[in-house]
């Protein structure tokens, strides 16, 4: 579905991605994790288009995305936050995305229906609180059915229920056609939701491959425990702080 | 790219900063012709006004909206949408949003008041030095990602185009002064849009013939169809230079 | 008292002596012409109504030319209609239309050379090249008439009122426009010039020079092209006069060059592009001026000495006073400005801080006048706040030092 290759980015002196080469498959879901600093978002937003790496090429469904922009109808994101201007309503929000993708009728309005944004549709941005706002987020992140779901730390900030609600959504729509890039800072979720694990440190790859490797390379049963082993054996001088 | 400019400039209207500056824009037009009976004096003075604050007022609220839409940019271009089309799209509903405040603060009781050639001008003028300095702001605003940086280099772009500029006119003119300058300061107007429209805006106000031979030289210039069309040219360059130049950054920007 | 008897006597015996000769298509004389030559001193030409084209009429003895109901003389834009060489001529009620135009000759309606006492009264002057051309003509009187014309460029068109060489003579009521110079005096002396309007004309509304201890009061002049510019002369004394709208980059409400020994008092300025423009002018007292909208009040140049401005009101000037120099020998004093910004603490009526009249911005138009592409811009308004507080560049001393708290009751 997406293929990476040699790809590097920099920001002036600092290297964020080092020569990253990764292969996200269709039907599968990657929970993307690394400490801080270590080029998650940056990867992410490579995928998007909105950094534009120094080298190395990102196919989507075959296609480079160097100059494209449609691809990024195959694509549904979720930001970690989300702003929106502040005078519009959630329903004008909910429009204009729909205007801007007029081709697309056959909506996926589960999440606005379960979050029951559409009850408050009249809203102002401004008025919302911060989960009600990654509430909008999810629901649009769905909303056109993608192939690829890109979710960056899709629960944080979310009340239990809805977090509840928004993973029994991804393990709903985790089908066949469809692939998954999740990042969290929350073990536990990644664990339900994602079979395979990208981890990264200071921009290289150190761990990709399935989650029941992982735990049979470490011997651990719960994801964190595996994740925690993986940490303990980098070199002291990589670690980031 | 109208698809979006509809929404943003819908949310743009109803922003508080802009309803301010209808209702600041607009306190001032009526005092001032509540203040002279003069209509003439009103509109230079309302004149200084406009050179002042529409400058001042578009480039720092262009540069702080700008990083208050930033999350909501990066969620449109996430979107299948060419950058292009949002920073487009940006700017439009931006300039439109800010002309609208100053055509219904300043244009609509001019129009009431005093109806004349020169406060067409004045309203055109005002209009321009809008989407001037949106431009200006669109080009602080992707030449650093700190906000505070940018809203720095903003209020430098206008302190040098509304003071700094003419400081340095009034030292080329003092050192040159044993030479005929005219042609020399008339292209040194040509290169800042304050300078530029304020001289075009006198000489539309019948004061011209105060500003001695260099008035009548200039008169002549802009007083034909060529200097009025040259005028709006220039002015127009100065839309698309910032603009132009913001919009190369901005595509290969990171967002 | 007798004597006064005695010339009553002689002025009704030769009142009675004269004849009076009718002018019409129906009367004896057909024509001014026959009229003129049957005439004799003393006579009065009685001219009804019709349309006279007579070509030019040479008038050398002491006759009345008296117009009823105006007839017309039309000089078909061929002719000078009336040369008059004699004194005690009278020209009266007559209207004159399309003199001819000459670019060597001074052709003109009225032409006086050598006319002692020459009266040209209550006439009509239209689209005439000269209206009343004098020279060498003295005791002249030139009362209620009405000069017009049509010309398009200064150089298609002659004065309307033009003296050289004259003196006592006496320009009272007369409205004239549309000539080149309104009023032209040129070594005309002792001579008054009052309650005329002269307006639209395309250069002066009124221009002299060498034209010593003239009277000139009442008048106005309004709308010339160049305003009033007088040159070359002392002891000259203007009062009571309105100098209004006056605008063009070179025009003047009033150009004085070389003006020494005069008082200009209580007159009125109004929106001129320069009120007052002085070039060399000594001595000279300006008393009592209303000065109201001008770009700038008083442009004193450099060359300037002695004169003096008092109580004069300065209100809504552009600039009130302007210099190129930093010399100063002119005394400024108790005068209004509407830009004051002192006080008066012991509410005398006069400000306690002296007001310094030049602004920073003024003294570099003069000096680099293509600084004037800023002007009204933010830089030049700081500029002139802060030589308000601390002047350094305006000179010191060219102050007035008891600026009126009110406006004067003046005209």
């Given at each position: 579905m997406i293929t990476i290759q040699e790809l590097n980015k920099n920001y002036g002196k600092l290297q964020v991605l080092k020569s990253i080469q990764l292969n996200f498959l269709q039907g599968r879901s990657y929970a993307i994790m690394g400490p801080n600093g270590s080029g998650k978002t940056t990867l992410i937003k490579s995928i998007l288009g909105l950094v534009i790496p120094n080298s190395g090429s990102i196919q989507v469904k075959g296609k480079s995305i160097h100059n494209d922009w449609k691809y990024r109808s195959h694509i549904g994101y979720m930001p970690q936050i989300g702003h929106y201007p502040d005078q519009m309503c959630i329903g004008q929000l909910f429009d204009m995305m729909k205007d801007l993708r007029n081709d697309f009728t056959n909506v996926d309005e589960d999440l606005i229906r379960e979050f029951k944004l559409d009850q408050i549709k009249d809203k102002r941005m401004h008025t919302l609180s911060g989960g009600t706002r990654q509430k909008v987020s999810a629901a649009l992140a769905f909303l056109f059915r993608p192939p690829i779901l890109v979710l960056d730390e899709p629960t944080a900030g979310l009340d239990p229920m809805a977090a509840e609600a928004l993973k029994e959504k991804i393990v709903l729509e985790s089908t066949n056609e469809r692939t998954f890039l999740i990042t969290s800072h929350v073990l536990s979720d990644l664990d339900d939701l994602t079979s395979e694990l990208v981890y990264l440190n200071e921009g290289s790859i150190l761990f990709n491959d399935s989650i029941d490797m992982l735990k049979e390379l470490t011997g651990e049963q719960k994801l964190s425990r595996a994740v925690a082993s993986i940490i303990r054996n980098i070199p002291i001088s990589m670690q980031t702080v | 790219m109208i698809k979006i400019g509809k929404y943003i400039l819908y949310d743009m209207v109803r922003n508080r900063f802009v309803m301010a500056y209808t209702f600041f824009l607009l306190l001032v037009t009526l005092s001032m012709f509540s203040l002279d009976s003069d209509p003439g004096k009103s509109t230079i003075s309302l004149m200084n006004i406009v050179l002042l604050v529409v400058p001042l007022v578009s480039i720092v609220f262009t540069t702080i909206h700008f990083y208050n839409s930033y999350e909501f940019m990066e969620m449109l271009l996430a979107q299948p949408v060419h950058r292009k089309t949002i920073y487009f799209a940006e700017y439009l509903s931006v300039s439109i949003a800010l002309s609208v405040a100053f055509l219904s603060g300043v244009a609509l009781p001019l129009c009431v008041f005093n109806f004349n050639e020169s406060t067409l001008y004045l309203i055109l003028i005002g209009v321009m030095l809008t989407f001037i300095f949106v431009a200006l702001a669109f080009a602080a605003s992707v030449a650093t990602r700190d906000k505070a940086r940018a809203i720095g280099i903003a209020l430098l772009f206008w302190f040098y185009f509304a003071i700094i500029y003419d400081g340095l006119v009034l030292y080329i003119i003092y050192t040159f002064?044993?030479?005929?300058?005219e042609k020399v300061t008339l292209s040194l107007v040509s290169l800042n849009p304050i300078d530029l429209a304020r001289i075009v805006i006198l000489l539309k106000l019948d004061v011209s013939a105060m500003m001695g031979y260099t008035g009548a030289f200039y008169q002549n210039f802009f007083g034909s169809g060529g200097g009025i069309i040259y005028s709006l040219l220039i002015m127009i360059v100065w839309i698309l230079l910032p603009l132009l130049i913001a919009h190369r950054k901005f595509c290969l920007k990171d967002i | 008292m007798r004597l006064v008897l005695f010339i009553g006597f002689l002025l009704l015996v030769a009142n009675l002596m004269a004849n009076t000769l009718e002018v019409s298509a129906?009367?004896?004389?057909?024509?001014i012409r026959s009229a003129i030559s049957a005439a004799a001193k003393g006579d009065t030409v009685r001219i009804l109504p019709g349309t006279y084209r007579e070509g030019n009429l040479v008038i050398q003895k002491s006759i009345t030319l008296l117009g009823v109901n105006y007839p017309i003389v039309d000089g078909e834009n061929k002719f000078e209609l009336f040369t008059i060489a004699a004194n005690h001529v009278s020209v009266i009620g007559i209207r004159m239309i399309n003199t001819g135009v000459g670019s060597i000759n001074d052709i003109s309606a009225i032409n006086a050379i050598e006319s002692d006492d020459l009266r040209v009264l209550n006439n009509q002057f239209e689209n005439t090249f000269f209206g009343i051309h004098l020279a060498n003509s003295s005791h002249t009187r030139i009362e209620g008439n009405v000069l017009h014309s049509n010309a398009q460029a200064e150089h298609q068109i002659g004065n309307g009122i033009h003296a050289w060489k004259c003196d006592s003579i006496r320009i009272e009521n007369n409205q004239v426009s549309g000539h080149r110079d309104g009023i032209y005096f040129e070594f005309v002396t002792n001579s008054v010039v009052q309650h005329n309007n002269s307006h639209h004309n395309m250069r002066y509304g009124l221009h002299f020079m060498f034209s010593h201890n003239d009277v000139y009061q009442y008048n106005t002049f309004k709308s010339n092209g160049a305003g009033v510019a007088v040159m070359y002369t002392k002891g000259v004394t203007m009062r009571h006069n309105q100098f209004i709208d006056n605008w063009g980059s070179s025009s003047y409400g009033l150009l004085l060059k070389d003006i020494r020994d005069s008082h200009i008092t209580q007159n009125r300025f109004d929106k001129n592009t320069i009120a007052i423009y002085m070039e060399g002018c000594s001595r000279s007292k300006f008393e009592s001026n209303t000065f109201h909208e001008n770009g700038w009040a008083v442009k004193v140049q450099s060359n300037c000495d002695g004169n003096v401005f008092i109580k004069n009101n300065f209100l809504s000037n552009t600039f009130d006073m302007a210099t190129?120099?930093?010399?100063?020998l002119n005394t400024v004093d108790a005068n209004y400005w509407d830009k004051y910004r002192g006080y008066d603490l012991n509410k005398d009526q006069i400000g306690d801080v002296p007001f310094h009249p030049v602004n920073l911005y003024s003294m570099i138009i003069e000096k680099?006048?293509?600084?004037?592409?800023?002007?009204?811009?933010f830089l030049v308004y700081m500029l002139d706040r802060s030589e308000e507080v601390i002047p350094s560049i305006?000179?010191?001393?060219?102050?007035?030092?008891?600026?009126?708290?009110r406006s004067y009751p003046l005209l």
């Open positions: - | 002064s044993d030479y005929p300058m | 129906t009367s004896k004389w057909k024509t190129n120099g930093t010399l100063v680099m006048p293509s600084s004037v592409m800023l002007w009204r811009s305006t000179p010191e001393e060219l102050k007035d030092n008891h600026p009126a708290m």
